[in-house]
């Protein structure tokens, strides 16, 4: 409203892959596409297709620490220092790791927690997904906007939040406790769900179709 007449502002909601929003999947035949175990706790880590390399760097750093804690990850490390982390969890039969998932679908639909960015995108498809996450916003977006993203999600219980200059203190052990709180995880499922837009692609199509025909008129 700032920089826009607040009558011509709509909130859409942005567009998800149907693929993602519906999955065909079930957890265990999701688990079964990384190589993974249907009684382990799983966490799906991604920084966006370049890494994130802060994240990337405390994942790596508590390898040890999940494997003790029977926790068993889906890592998408982007490509920036790849092989650094790819080389890290070589010896890790609890860890699939690698620069791209071809499979969003099914990494969301293994995972019981989610370690993200806190863009627009990635913001929408953890809601839609329902899964409980912890944000660690991006720091140098503009103005900050990853950090309000998050915010929002956080105030109302539906998601955890790190900085990126704690990343490495928190993340971790925040990961770990979390997990294994069951009832901490089940409400934030139910509370994500309420920042979800399942049909923002037709909203945004109904809104232009309809600017279409009235300008004709």
Not at 12 to 25: A, F, L, Q
Not at 26 to 45: C, H, N, S, W, Y
Not at 101 to 111: G, I, K, N, Q
């Given at each position: ?71 068993q990850l889906i890592w998408q490390t982007g490509k920036s220092n790849a092989t650094k982390y790819t080389n890290a969890a070589k010896s890790y039969s609890n860890v699939y790791v690698n ?19 806190a863009g627009a995108m990635s913001v929408a498809e953890i809601a839609l997904t329902a899964k409980p996450c912890v944000f660690v916003p991006y720091p140098f977006a503009a103005e900050d ?73």
């Open positions: 409203e700032q920089f826009f007449p607040s009558d011509k502002i709509m909130v859409t909601g942005n567009p998800v892959r149907k693929n993602i929003s519906s999955s065909m999947y079930t957890r265990d035949a999701a688990l079964m596409q990384f190589g993974l175990l249907p009684e382990r706790k799983t966490v799906l880590i991604v920084g966006g297709s370049l890494g994130a390399n802060s994240i990337n760097d405390a994942i790596m750093h508590h390898l040890e620490a999940f494997t003790n804690q029977n926790i620069t791209f998932l071809d499979d969003m679908s099914a990494a969301y639909t293994a995972a019981d927690l989610v370690v993200s960015r906007h990853q950090t309000f993203n998050a915010k929002k999600l956080v105030d109302e219980g539906a998601a955890f939040m790190v900085k990126d200059s704690m990343v490495q203190e928190e993340l971790g052990p925040l990961v770990i406790d979390a997990i294994h709180q069951a009832g901490v995880l089940e409400t934030m499922h139910h509370k994500i769900q309420a920042f979800a837009v399942s049909n923002a692609d037709s909203i945004i199509a109904e809104q232009i179709i309809s600017l279409v025909i009235h300008s004709k008129n």
